[in-house]
């Protein structure tokens, strides 16, 4: 087995609101090897993206705070770094492709000068050196004509060629941990398929683990290792990626594969959604907060949350009636 890269334990991130205390985040623990692809997924507004935020440390203080829990990146606790030793992990150790490029580039600013503004900070290099290295990863992502391109806008770029450029930026300084919130959510089939394949072979080429964070269980299958399915906040179901789709074990992990066509299904087969909606994080469902859209619920759904159990060899579960769920999938 691979050593451990990014090890997550009882990470808890809450937002203070008008309307209550939102529980993001809620003491989850997962682990990311060195090389591997992991997916963390599940619907909106179940807490991906607040995690992958409060890895980086980019929780904005107030209303957020990440009030438990460690996040050890390479033996180092992130969370007890001074801000300035975080943020000589940013972008050199950890890179991260945010959800939307044209929000997280500058649109006053060249993409030369956005490329090499890490590489002056992190490795150091001369405008001129930092210059040819843009050119060279904007030539690394396949974007024709570098030259000139370095020297336009974010606006006179395509959407995929933005997202490109954010994957150019993020490796820059080969980072060992790559982290990509949504990063293809906005684009159409083809270039989704194009960004992903470029993300993959780049972590390879490097040696470096992939952090993918999305609701598109067609990308979990195509290109994670290992899956964390999230819910309300918590971890409902980790497992290998093969293992989830052959034999998934939670209630939510079944509905979200249920909901997804499948080219094996007949011509004419419904898709089944998942009746009912994420509940209001200020107020929660007493018990498992599942139980509102679960089929398998029992009475003791509504009295206990269920704890994440190992069930068998590198599987864990989050659900009272997993056996149950087991015989009827």
């Known amino acids: 087995m691979a050593e451990v890269l990014l090890k997550v334990r009882n990470l808890s991130t809450l937002f203070r609101t008008e309307g209550g205390v939102v529980k993001a985040v809620d003491n989850i623990s997962f682990e990311v090897r060195v090389g591997e692809t992991f997916a963390l997924v599940g619907e909106s507004g179940c807490g991906k993206s607040v995690t992958a935020l409060s890895i980086m440390r980019l929780i904005p203080t107030p209303p957020g ?51 090499a503004e ?6 150091k290099l001369s405008g001129a050196a930092a210059n040819d290295r843009a050119e ?15 020297q336009q806008y974010p606006h006179e770029l395509s ?24 990063a293809t959510t906005a684009l159409d089939v083809t270039i989704q398929a194009q960004i992903l394949d470029l993300m993959q072979d780049v972590t390879e080429k490097s040696g470096a683990s992939l952090l993918i964070i999305t609701h598109n269980l067609g990308i979990v299958a ?18 290998d990626a093969t293992d989830l789709y052959a034999t998934p074990r939670h209630p939510y992990t079944v ?16 898709l ?42 590198g599987k864990q579960v989050a659900c009272f009636e997993h056996a149950s769920v087991a015989l009827n999938v």
């Open 65 to 115: 705070e990440i009030t438990s829990g460690t996040v050890e990146f390479d033996g180092v606790d992130l969370l007890k770094l001074p801000g300035r030793e975080m943020r000589a992990i940013r972008g050199s150790k950890i890179g991260m492709i945010f959800q939307e490029p044209m929000s997280s580039l500058n649109p006053v600013l060249t993409i030369q000068s956005q490329l």
């Open 118 to 123: 890490p590489l002056k900070i992190h490795m």
């Open 136 to 150: 060279e990863l904007v030539n690394m992502v396949g974007i024709p004509d570098a030259k000139t391109r370095l």
């Open 159 to 182: 959407g995929g060629q933005r997202q490109r450029i954010m994957i150019a930026m993020a490796m820059s300084c080969a980072p060992r941990l790559l982290i990509a919130d949504e």
């Open 222 to 239: 195509r290109y994670a290792d290992r899956v964390a399915v999230m819910y309300a906040g918590k971890l409902r179901e980790v497992s």
């Open 255 to 270: 509905g979200l594969l249920r909901s997804v066509p499948r080219l094996d299904s007949d011509r004419g087969t419904p």
């Open 272 to 313: 089944t959604p998942i009746a009912g909606e994420i509940p209001d994080l200020t107020n929660l469902p007493d018990g498992c907060a599942f139980n509102p859209r679960c089929q398998w619920a029992v009475e003791r759904c509504f009295i206990d949350d269920p704890e994440l159990e190992e069930i068998s060899t």
